[in-house]
């Protein structure tokens, strides 16, 4: 069978697999046609500017830049979105009677089909259209368009075959829980981003950069419209080949992905030889940490910060705010070291709901609690199992906060006041799991609340945040009194009092939610292992 064939009916295949996709449901396909009519009118939005600013100074700038951004997310994509599209994985066909070669051409002839490449299309044409001046450049987006639209789809699929073993396991699904998070940190790069080219006098602050990235595939490609309209016929003909050479690469690498997969055997058939090694990890976790119960509960609570997909997720998006806020709004300017609370809050939000982290299997934990007692082992436990992270993130912010803003002098103070809204944190999680626990699903990565269960979250969760802030009020108070006062010794005293008064409301809260978690059991695992 020729290639030109075999292209053909990949095309089939994946308008076939697309119209009974659509065909599934009517909520399928609205969503398809929703999304179609968006992309469709974001594109035309962003085709109309891209006409608009032809014949400005910086159009060169803003749409190499424009390609390289998008380049990136074709890049990425399939990373965080692995299901979006069925023909991505490429071991469907490794039974196939193909040869890598062919199977190339036609995967990417297939890959053309798609709101995606739609999309990208109206961009790169706009692009194009908006550096295009005389016959010669004209000539060049005739060549420009169609290659760089065939390296954003082929780094898509290079991406995805050379990535697919772990795309297809648990942590790959552990990439596409994190994307919110991911598309979350972008829009705060983006925003700060937007905020500094105002300050530097608008879209020449682009230009440095704009240098480098047009000599980037695929924006070497859009590069050299605006060289040869600029008559530089030379550097137009190495950004084409560049590009080119680059296009060039990426299918030889696509190539060699399929031929791996076709031919070496999948790892998951080798996973018995890494179980030593497993053992060996656990066995040196479990030595760093205390003996009995409450060893074996924080080993428990960190595995599944590590493993479990939901909770993993949950942990990383703390983290990673927790940083964002106070250290962006200082590098704006306009940010405060009393920021860096922030990230204590961010991670003492991870006390609440404990047991409906532990889904259907909390029933194994219930079976192991019979008093007061081991409910307060328990609790305390997955709480120090939370301290371990925290502790040192906390310092970690609060001092980089410090450092960007130059308040040295607030660092301990600030320190100070981060545990005490930790422990508060860390009393009023504990109270909230034994009397308002709900289930998390498992079967979605964008539920985290069961149906039904929304009110007990909002109160466990927000009345639990408000219930922290007040236990705190006494350190703040102090906080103020001694600012008030003009106290020299205010940032060394506050540290050991908020650290300490934080141990101790962390304390009194486990012991005062053991009692209600020993009693309210059943309860409980009604409600975490519901949905």
């Known amino acids: 069978m020729s290639t030109a064939a075999l292209g053909r009916i990949f095309v089939r295949l994946k308008l076939s697999l697309l119209r009974n996709g659509l065909r599934q449901s009517s909520g399928r396909t609205a969503a398809f046609v929703t999304s179609l ?14 006409i608009l600013l032809r014949g400005n100074d910086h159009a060169e700038s803003v749409v190499v830049l424009l390609t390289g951004i998008l380049a990136l997310g074709w890049a990425v994509m399939p990373l965080f979105f692995p299901s979006g599209d069925e023909t991505l994985d490429p071991t469907r066909l490794v039974m196939l009677p193909l040869r890598p070669h062919p199977l190339v051409v036609a995967l990417l002839g297939a890959s053309l089909v798609g709101i995606g490449p739609l999309f990208t299309l109206c961009l790169v044409l706009g692009s194009a259209f908006a550096l295009s001046h005389g016959a010669v450049a004209l000539v060049v987006s005739v060549v420009a368009v169609p290659l760089t639209l065939l390296l954003c789809v082929a780094l898509a699929r290079a991406v995805a075959a050379g990535n697919i073993r772990l795309l297809t396991s648990r942590k790959g699904r552990d990439l596409a829980v994190l994307s919110g998070l991911v598309i979350a940190v972008g829009i705060q790069v983006v925003n700060f981003g937007a905020q500094r080219i105002g300050e530097a006098g608008g879209l020449a602050a682009l230009e440095p950069v704009a240098r480098i990235v047009q000599w980037v595939p695929p924006a070497s490609a859009i590069g050299a419209v605006g060289a040869a309209s600029e008559g530089s016929y030379g550097i137009a003909a190495a950004q084409l080949a560049l590009s080119a050479g680059a296009l060039y690469a990426l299918l030889w690498a696509w190539q060699r992905s399929l031929t791996k997969l076709m031919t070496a055997p999948d790892g998951s058939t080798l996973a018995a030889a ?7 990890s656990a066995h040196r976790l479990h030595q760093l940490l205390p003996e009995g119960r409450t060893g074996t509960v924080m080993q428990r609570s960190l595995r599944y910060v590590w493993r479990d997909p939901k909770t993993k997720a949950a942990w990383v998006t703390a983290l990673a705010i927790g940083l964002i806020v106070p250290l962006f709004n200082a590098l704006q300017g306009t940010g405060s070291i009393y920021f860096a609370c922030f990230a204590a809050g961010m ?29 307060y082992a328990e609790l305390r436990a997955r709480a120090m199992a939370l301290l371990v992270i925290t502790l040192p993130y906390t310092v970690v912010v609060t001092t980089v906060t410090a450092a960007v803003l130059g308040e040295w ?10 545990f005490a809204l930790l ?17 998390i699903p498992q079967d979605s990565a964008y539920k985290n609340v069961a149906p039904g269960q929304g009110g007990l979250a909002w109160i466990s969760i927000f009345g639990g945040m408000i219930s922290a802030a007040l236990l705190c ?17 205010a940032p060394w005293l506050l ?37």
Do not use: C
């Open 495 to 531: 540290l050991p009092v908020g650290a300490g008064y934080g141990a101790l409301i962390a304390w009194a809260g486990v012991r005062v939610a053991a009692p209600q978690t020993a009693r309210r059991l059943p309860e409980i695992l009604a409600a975490v292992s519901k949905g």
């Open 37 to 50: 009519v968006l992309t469709l009118l974001l594109a035309a939005g962003q085709l109309l500017g891209l």
């Open 274 to 280: 890494s179980e030593p090694t497993r053992k060996e």
């Open 423 to 439: 422990g508060a944190m860390l009393a009023t999680g504990a109270l909230a799991s034994a009397r308002f626990p709900y289930s």
């Open 347 to 375: 991670l003492g939000i991870q006390m609440y709901n404990q047991f409906g982290q532990d889904t259907s299997a909390f029933w194994m934990v219930a079976m192991t609690i019979s008093s007061t007692k081991d409910a």
């Open 473 to 489: 009020a006494p350190v703040i108070a102090l906080t103020i009194w001694l600012h008030a006062s003009g106290s020299d010794s």
């Open 409 to 418: 002098h607030a660092l301990p103070e600030v320190i100070g006041l981060s």
